[in-house]
């Protein structure tokens, strides 16, 4: 039982009109799919949204042919000053229909509206906008002016539009055209961005969007006129595709799973640390991967900061993600809950304490509850795997040096946490982390002027800032 009550505050999901079936987004229009087309349902009741096209090789030779035409005749030659009105036309139109593309990424991705509202497309339409203003500005970037060609680009669930906006932002202002294949559990808001595209009456071609699977994606990488290849997804799926264009002349950037550590240090502000670690593993179900998952609490206030935790995980909301008042909402789909179930029963017949956050859990729909181990040693798979889901594995350590020792004991490295209030401990201790990012004294801060990326198992490539520009400009080899 929650220690609060609260009225239901639900919003309306007539803001948006999910159409009954959708089509592929080639050359500027809607067209329909040679593949067979595949339902996505909303996983927190299971109820079918809608029905979406799969692309099949053709569909993708289509895609690409379009993105490719657009590049050569128009977009790549156009002055990047008036490719960047129509970014920030887009950027725009992102802001105007904010509430629409929130509510439908809520919907078809199960994640609470609160954080779609106010984290995922306030990032969103910043990314453009921050893009929009390197369009004309690219002599600085140190990369040179020159683009790639045709991006295909290959995304995951659990931020749908966001990582749209990671990818397409930065290739378009560097004049790229771009072919983009979201998950197939999520394709709702990249086909509602399509429609922003037309609006903003963007030239045919620069923006395509495929739908489908796994071999929708893998057609897609291995087209060979596709010239830059961005994945964001799993390390395995990362693996495949860099075998796949090993030998070719295609760019890659790779951005993989992680297993960060979140590093709290016996001087910490603790009540704000255990707000950091709730952020860090629960935001977005957990589904995050620069997810907190591995806290690595210091032995002399291991007990106080697991009381503590504990507290604040009971008064986590979970359930109906288009409640205002929901924290923590359903998870992706039916597999993404199985892998979260085996992994969890993994740890406790490894001995780990599993402990969860007492919530009832809605009958119909994919849910799990916030839930963390305890006794867990570095070999347990629940510390060495990535779950992907609102599981938390808690270590201890004694010295900083121990700290930094299990933080780095990880085939990953894509970010880590460090509270403490000495703010020699806190450079000391990052410069020592092998991680892409590393926050002090709070946990998954996002902003499109800031780098982010892997190292190690994590992959290869920055998104965001003059680095992301590296990706998709020619003289960001050398
Ligand atoms: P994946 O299973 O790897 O899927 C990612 C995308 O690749 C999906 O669109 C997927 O299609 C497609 N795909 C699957 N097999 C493919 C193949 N052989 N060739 C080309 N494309 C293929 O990952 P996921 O489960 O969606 O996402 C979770 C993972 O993403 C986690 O490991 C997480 O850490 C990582 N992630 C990393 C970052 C950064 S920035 N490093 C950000 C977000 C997520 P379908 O899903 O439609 O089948």
Redesign the pocket.
């Known amino acids: 039982m929650s220690v609060f009550e609260y009225a239901p505050a639900p919003e309306s999901r007539a803001v948006v009109d999910v159409k009954p079936s959708y089509g592929l987004f080639i050359g500027g229009e809607f067209v329909d799919g040679h593949g067979t087309p595949f339902k996505t349902v909303n996983p927190a009741t299971e109820e079918v949204l809608s029905e979406v096209a799969e692309a099949d090789a053709a569909d993708v030779e289509a895609a690409v042919k379009a993105a490719r035409r657009a590049h050569d005749r128009t977009w790549s030659r156009m002055p990047g000053a008036e490719r960047a009105k129509y970014l920030y036309r887009i950027a725009r139109i992102i802001q105007e229909r904010s509430r629409e593309l929130a509510v439908l990424e809520s919907l078809d991705n199960g994640k609470p509206i609160r954080e779609a509202r106010d984290v995922d497309v306030p990032i969103v339409a910043a990314h453009f906008f921050y893009y929009a203003g390197w369009a004309d500005k690219l002599e600085w970037s140190g990369y040179g002016t020159t683009p790639i060609g045709v991006a295909g680009q290959?995304?995951?669930?659990?931020?749908p539009l966001l990582?749209l906006a990671w990818k397409v932002a930065p290739a378009l202002a560097c004049g790229n055209t771009v072919v983009l294949?979201?998950?197939?559990?999520t394709p709702l808001t990249a086909l509602l961005f399509a429609e922003i595209c037309q609006q903003a009456d963007l030239p045919a071609g620069v923006v395509n969007i495929v739908t489908?699977?796994?071999a929708t994606?893998?057609a897609l990488?291995a087209h060979p006129d596709v010239d830059k290849v961005a994945?964001?997804?799993?390390?395995?799926?990362?693996k495949?595709?860099a075998r796949t264009v090993a030998g070719t002349s295609k760019k890659v950037t790779l951005?993989?799973?992680?297993k960060a550590a979140n590093i709290v240090f016996d001087d910490a502000p603790l009540d704000e640390a255990v707000e950091g670690i709730v952020d860090g593993i629960f935001f977005n179900q957990g589904h995050v991967?620069c997810a907190g998952s591995r806290l690595l609490v210091q032995e002399s206030v291991a007990e106080e900061v697991l009381a503590r935790l504990k507290r604040r995980m009971a008064t986590l909301r979970v359930g109906d993600p288009l409640d205002k008042n929901t924290d923590v909402g359903a998870i992706n789909s039916a597999e993404q809950l199985a892998r979260i179930r085996e992994l969890s029963a993994i740890g406790e017949q490894e001995g780990a304490g599993r402990w969860s956050a007492p919530c009832e859990l809605p009958d119909r729909g994919f849910w799990f509850p916030p839930t963390l181990f305890t006794g867990v040693s570095q070999a347990h798979r629940i510390a060495r795997e990535?779950i992907?889901g609102p599981v938390l594995s808690v270590l201890t350590f004694r010295t900083p040096s121990e700290a930094v020792e299990k933080a780095n004991n990880t085939p990953y490295g894509?970010s880590a946490g460090v509270w403490t209030e000495k703010g020699s401990r806190i450079l000391h201790v990052a410069s020592q982390l092998k991680a892409g990012v590393v926050w002090a004294n709070t946990f998954n801060k996002f902003d499109p002027t800031s780098p982010?990326g892997?190292y190690k198992e994590?992959?290869q490539g920055r998104?965001g800032g003059r680095h992301g520009l590296a990706a998709y400009l020619k003289g960001g080899d050398l």
């Open positions: 290959v995304i995951p669930w659990n931020f990582m294949k979201p998950a197939e559990t489908g699977a796994g994606g893998q990488v994945f964001t997804g799993s390390t395995e799926v990362g495949a595709i951005e993989l799973g992680g991967c990535e992907f894509l982010f892997g994590s992959g998104e």
